[in-house]
């Protein structure tokens, strides 16, 4: 039976925009006089703002989430969360975003995959930076606040890789006053309101700028802050999640329990899905890693992966990593797979498995399946299905194997 991670459409959807939604980078040059006053006044309300975040001590603070979506009949669904955020410096957090919850005392830091009942737990830094927030939970970017607190630079970390960055005047919104930003990011636009008497951003609205990118926005109204303020201990408390798996990373497509798990391939050859030619599937494994992959020509997961692992094959062939495609396209369909590896430029091995002489002694039940073995053909993991963050995964599975350590 085909395992599948089942996630909201809220929870799907933060999770794929994080990165997207929570960076920016510098303006673009203009000739426009009045655009680069415009960009000169955002930068230094920035800036501004910016350093209340980095200087304080102890923050907090909840923040409701909307997001609604038009579909092609036209209907708009919105759906809302709220997350918190709590600081006490150097290095204990409480961070509850809509997909994980990262959470340090001081001694040990926890991040906590909710979708996937997965978490980590690693002894924390004696100083917490935006890149040990970021690396634990598996987003590139980071919320605009979370980056002022820890980064070293908040600034120049907000401003890298935007456009167009503009001070947009003043707003008043029941009785408050706020400047308001704007500035892109690939196809999203973002509007930034800050409150003028205390310097504090009070909304983020993000908005694809293109009609390829959806219909949709994402707005966080930021409510409850607090900053200097003391914060129960309680609030840092790093304890296991009932019910969640404790894993050495977070993998979308892992098949834990794999039954396989920890034994030798067997020795078996199968035709070259090119040549027809048998060949011994052992021949063909990688002095350090191989990735072994069951695929088919009608497999739209499959489709989407294995360029993926021709970009990974590329990069890392010639440092002891292999990727071995075990195609399962019968005998009348074999000329399409022949073609769409051709298409995509497919150049690491391929075999054919009509007969299923390896696929069913490898428990193979859905595709794709993938296998990770060592240099002796011992199976270290299995995977399931299609991963869109795999190659972050992947890769770093390939260069921890190929500097001699072992992938738990």
Not at 248 to 276: A, H, N, Q
Not at 291 to 312: G, V
Request: aromatic letters at 10%.
């Amino acid at each position: 039976m085909k395992r599948i991670v089942k996630l909201n459409i809220f929870c799907a959807f933060c999770m794929l925009i994080a990165p997207l939604s929570v960076r920016a980078g510098k303006a673009l040059p203009t000739s426009s006089k009045a655009a680069n006053a415009k960009a000169a006044k955002a930068e230094q309300i920035l800036k501004e703002t910016f350093a209340i975040y980095h200087n304080c001590k102890t923050y907090q603070h909840e923040a409701e989430l909307a997001i609604t979506a038009t579909t092609r009949a036209e209907t708009r669904r919105t759906q809302k969360r709220v997350t918190r955020l709590m600081v006490e410096k150097p290095n204990k957090i409480f961070f509850q975003w809509v997909s994980f919850v990262l959470t340090s005392d001081g001694k040990y830091i926890q991040a906590y995959l909710v979708p996937l009942q997965q978490y980590i737990v690693k002894p924390a830094p004696a100083k917490l930076s935006a890149k040990d927030i970021s690396n634990m939970i598996m987003i590139g970017g980071l919320s605009s606040i979370v980056n002022a607190i820890f980064s070293d630079k908040p600034y120049e970390a907000f401003m890298k890789d935007a456009k167009h960055l503009s001070y947009e005047g003043k707003v008043k919104i029941d009785g408050k006053t706020y400047w308001k930003i704007k500035y892109i990011k690939n196809s999203v636009s973002k509007q930034m309101l800050i409150d003028t008497s205390t310097h504090l951003v009070h909304k983020i609205t993000v908005t694809p700028i293109t009609p390829e990118a959806g219909r949709w926005n994402l707005t966080i109204t930021y409510k409850k802050v607090k900053i200097n303020a003391p914060i129960d201990k309680s609030e840092f408390k790093v304890a296991p999640p009932a019910g969640a798996r404790k894993v050495d990373r977070f993998s979308f497509t892992r098949w834990f329990g794999y039954p396989m798990e920890g034994k030798v391939i067997p020795d078996v050859s199968l035709p070259d899905l090119r040549s027809g030619k048998d060949v011994a599937v052992k021949s063909l494994l990688g002095k350090k890693v191989t990735f072994i992959t069951f695929w088919a020509s009608w497999c739209p997961p499959c489709r989407m992966e294995l360029p993926e692992l021709q970009k990974l094959y590329a990069e890392y062939k010639g440092k002891g990593f292999q990727v071995i495609g075990i195609n399962l396209d019968r005998k009348a369909s074999i000329k399409q797979a022949i073609a769409f590896a051709k298409k995509h430029k497919l150049t690491f091995p391929i075999l054919n498995d009509s007969a299923q002489k390896f696929a069913p002694p490898m428990k193979v039940s859905s595709i794709p399946t993938m296998l990770i073995v060592d240099a002796n053909g011992k199976i270290l993991e299995a995977h399931q299905g299609y991963n869109p963050r795999g190659e972050q995964e992947f890769s770093g599975i390939i260069e921890k194997m190929i500097a001699g350590g072992k992938v738990k």
